[in-house]
């Protein structure tokens, strides 16, 4: 009785084992090789390693059962331990202002020098721009609107005192024209026609050259800044770049950050550069054209004030050519009259 009572024991301590073995996706269970008693199965159980396993029914030692320490693979999978996580490299950063005047203010002491000079002749050209072209719209219209008058004048007086303003004085590059062709006919009154003409010529040409170079004066200064502007940040660019070289040779890396700012500020000094030269060049060439116009119309008046000249000598001339003729006249008349004896 005992004996089969033993067996049932054995067998539902089987069927235990064999059911929590067959779990899905999992190898079945084998059967022991041999029956080893639990002091024999622990050395066995701690060779295996460490790995979390299903908790194995208890047996027990009066059955002679050795419990299956192999039988039962885990059932969460294994995670291997995570690789060590490379430290991120450190990245150089840009600066946080990358304004123009922030870029100023990070650059170099000779790119801030060369940012500066050209940043002023920038200025320069526009104030020159603005001087110059309110001089010259001013003298333009004075002398347009002398010349009209000069020209609906019948004579060189009429002329002159048309062009004079209300105190009657003479103004303006046409004015000066005007007195100086009067001033040279007074004082050549008792000499010959053709040399008076030569000498106001000779007169008004220097006039006009005077006035001409008096409107042009300030532009040279926009044709050496257009010349020389880009030239100017081009050296800008240079010692920039070079600084940025030179950077990355100190910081071992050719990493974009480095070089970046070095490039940034350079290229801010191209531009000013070319801010300053491309308006210079332009406004020269504006005022090189309106000059032209205005010494155009200078001679077109010092033409005029030579015309009524020319008519007023002549009419000069004739003038006093009728009184030799009447005395001749009467020289003849008194010749052919019959000789009439004394008595």
């Not at 004579?155 to 062009?163: E, I, K, P, Q």
């Not at 660019?237 to 700012?261: C, D, E």
């Amino acid at each position: 009785m005992m004996r089969a009572f033993r067996l049932a024991l054995v067998a539902v301590s089987l069927s235990v084992v064999v059911a929590q073995a067959q779990v899905p996706g999992q190898p079945a269970p084998q059967a022991p090789a041999d029956t080893a008693s639990p002091a024999q199965a622990q050395p066995a159980a701690s060779s295996q390693p460490t790995t979390p396993t299903n908790a194995l029914p208890p047996a027990l030692p009066q059955l002679g059962i050795n419990p299956p320490s192999a039988a039962h693979p885990p059932l969460t999978p294994i995670i291997s331990p995570a690789a060590p996580v490379a430290a991120p490299v450190a990245a150089a950063t840009l600066p946080h202002d990358l304004s123009p005047w922030g870029m100023f203010m990070a650059a170099d002491i000779v790119v801030k020098g060369v940012m500066l000079g050209l940043a002023f002749a920038s200025l320069v050209t526009w104030t020159i721009w603005l001087a110059k072209a309110m001089e010259l719209a001013a003298a333009k219209r004075s002398a347009g609107r002398a010349l009209r008058r000069i020209e609906a004048a019948d004579n060189l007086s009429t002329a002159a005192g048309a062009a004079a303003g209300k105190n009657g004085k003479l103004r303006g590059a046409v004015g000066q024209l005007l007195a100086a062709a009067l001033a040279e006919t007074r004082r050549s009154a008792d000499l010959g026609e053709d040399g008076i003409k030569e000498r106001v010529a000779i007169a008004l040409s220097r006039i006009e050259a005077r006035a001409g170079r008096s409107m042009a004066r300030g532009t040279g200064l926009l044709a050496t800044i257009g010349s020389t502007a880009p030239f100017v940040g081009l050296f800008g660019t240079v010692w920039g770049i070079m600084n940025s070289f030179i950077g990355i040779s100190q910081a071992k890396t050719t990493n974009l950050a480095v070089v970046a700012p070095g490039i940034a500020e350079a290229l801010l000094a191209t531009a000013i550069g070319l801010v300053a030269a491309i308006p210079a060049v332009i406004i020269y060439n504006v005022f090189a054209r309106a000059i032209t116009g205005y010494r155009a119309t200078l001679s077109d008046a010092s033409g005029e004030i030579l015309r009524h000249l020319s008519r007023d000598l002549e009419r000069r001339q004739r003038a006093v050519a009728p009184a030799p003729r009447a005395a001749s006249t009467s020289a003849a008349s008194a010749a052919s009259a019959p000789l009439v004896p004394a008595e």
